[in-house]
């Protein structure tokens, strides 16, 4: 068995260089301040990310997105459920159950519209948090990863 000391050594050098650990941390930090943000729409900086993904994929099946976004299929399910009770998404119900596309509502176009004001507030509030030449290097990195994705596609 591991001495406490040689596990707070592993700890500590995981806490100090592991980037899966930092971003999940920073990750959390800035949900936080979208999420307050939005509150008051009703919408969380998750739902945010759909919206934002279906209008710009336009009509998007679901697995596409889930690539495009970078997240689960669970997730994305649960969700997109929420999203069409609230009228946000629709979901063509003629094509194969399993692929059917979403497309952005008129009502969650017009909650995307709504919403920038308190973006542009939480978008403030982050940029002030991380610096500008954070912002400038993630906005990089998220570039090239679509980008990349582009052109696997």
């Known amino acids: 068995m591991a001495r406490k000391k040689d596990n707070t050594s592993a700890a500590e050098m995981i806490a100090r260089e592991c980037l899966g650990v930092r971003m999940r941390i920073l990750n959390r930090a800035i949900t936080a301040v979208y999420d307050e943000a939005l509150r008051p729409h009703g919408l969380r900086v998750g739902q945010l990310n759909i919206l934002v993904g279906v209008s710009r994929m336009g009509p998007a099946r679901p697995g596409d997105l889930c690539r495009f976004l970078r997240m689960d299929k669970s997730t994305l399910s649960r969700d997109v459920e929420l999203m069409r009770r609230n009228g946000w998404l629709e979901v063509d119900e003629s094509s194969d159950k399993r692929a059917r ?53």
């Open 101 to 153: 596309p979403l497309r952005i509502s008129a009502e969650g176009q017009a909650l995307l519209e709504a919403v920038v004001p308190a973006w542009r507030h939480a978008q403030g509030r982050v940029e002030a948090m991380l610096g500008t030449e954070a912002i400038a290097a993630l906005g990089q990195v998220a570039d090239r990863l679509w980008k990349e994705d582009a052109a696997g596609s």
